[in-house]
């Protein structure tokens, strides 16, 4: 899925309300979701608790609040 977005305050917009639907962000490395989270929250910007989910394997995952 893609979308476009005019600029980085409807960026934030869309994440918190991703964050206020319980959506799980994908954990890794190369800009997953929950890399530009963190990239913003450095920046400044306040979210709310959000859950990452880490994959191990096809039937082992684990999920994480932060």
């Known amino acids: 899925m893609e979308m476009q ?3 980085e305050d ?3 917009d869309i994440i918190k309300k991703l964050i206020d639907k319980k959506a799980l ?3 890794g ?6 890399e530009l989270i963190e990239y913003l929250k450095d920046k400044g ?3 709310k608790k959000y ?3 880490y994959w191990r ?3 082992d995952y684990s999920i994480e609040e932060r």
């Open 10 to 12: 409807e960026k934030i």
């Open 29 to 34: 490395h190369g800009w997953y979701p929950s």
């Open 57 to 59: 394997g096809k039937d």
């Open 5 to 7: 977005v005019a600029n």
């Open 25 to 27: 962000f994908m954990y």
């Open 45 to 47: 910007v306040q979210f």
């Open 51 to 53: 859950s990452v989910i």
